[in-house]
């Protein structure tokens, strides 16, 4: 199962920035936590991701707590592009094995309204 | 940018047919990936491989088998596909270790009557 627990839907205004929460209050020390988005029939696009520290790039900001159990991403200025199911997922750190993998769960429908 | 490429978006298959997908990324990755997606169970893995010949099962290995000959290429083979066997696959490739992103293909519906 999923570790992260996420709103179901939201709507945010074109050119507003839309805040995703997402709560996962059981991660690890060694978990990161990722963002992945699916548009409509794509397979699912990756965002950002981060261990404990706030992490920026050209597609979004992640802030996670500092009790690391929550964090949000934020996509500045929205787009009607940017309307997509977007996935929080928590990952343990190592290599080889069943560890990398990705656990999707339902995510977030984030529609952009014009 | 890294590219992943699946053989078709869309298939159409009869019940005990063997079904063949095939995933090939640009990347020189070294972990690729197949999952499943359905309405109301998001994304499930199916099986993953770290290097060539090397696989590992996912979470929902049961009527389905692999092969990944060359690192570029990780095939997903439906030996005797079933209705249940319906559905959207997924292709996905990273750089070796897991902290790396992974990088999805454009999937392909599969259904099988």
């Known amino acids: 199962d999923a570790k992260t627990t996420q709103p179901p839907s939201m709507d945010c205004a074109e050119g507003r920035a839309a805040n995703l929460p997402c709560n996962h209050s059981?991660?690890?020390?060694?978990?990161?936590v990722y963002w992945y988005r699916q548009i409509h029939s794509q397979g699912p696009q990756y965002i950002i991701h981060?261990?404990?520290n706030n992490e920026t790039n050209e597609m979004a900001s992640l802030i996670i707590t500092e009790d690391r159990k929550s964090s949000t991403l934020i996509l500045p200025h929205a787009t009607l592009r940017d309307t997509a199911v977007y996935y929080c997922?928590?990952?343990?750190?190592?290599?080889?094995?069943?560890?990398?993998?990705?656990?999707f769960g339902k995510g977030t429908k984030l529609s952009v309204k014009p | 940018d890294v590219k992943v490429t699946q053989s078709s978006r869309y298939l159409v298959k009869r019940t005990g047919e063997k079904v063949f997908l095939e995933c090939v990324q640009d990347?020189?990755?070294?972990?690729m990936f197949w999952y499943r997606q359905d309405p109301g169970l998001g994304l499930r893995l199916i099986y993953f491989?770290?290097?060539?010949?090397?696989?590992e099962k996912g979470d929902i290995p049961e009527g389905y088998s692999v092969s990944r000959e060359k690192k570029e290429r990780f095939s997903l083979i439906l030996e005797s596909a079933s209705t249940n066997q319906t559905s959207m696959y997924l292709c996905?490739?990273?750089?070796?270790?897991?902290?790396?992103?992974?990088?999805f293909g454009p999937g392909t519906r599969l259904t099988v009557t």
């Open positions: 996905a490739s990273s750089l070796g270790g897991t902290t790396y992103e992974q990088y």
């Open positions: 059981t991660i690890s020390g060694n978990e990161y």
């Open positions: 981060g261990l404990k």
């Open positions: 997922i928590v990952r343990v750190v190592g290599y080889g094995g069943s560890q990398g993998n990705l656990i």
């Open positions: 990347m020189d990755h070294e972990n």
């Open positions: 491989s770290y290097d060539v010949k090397m696989k």
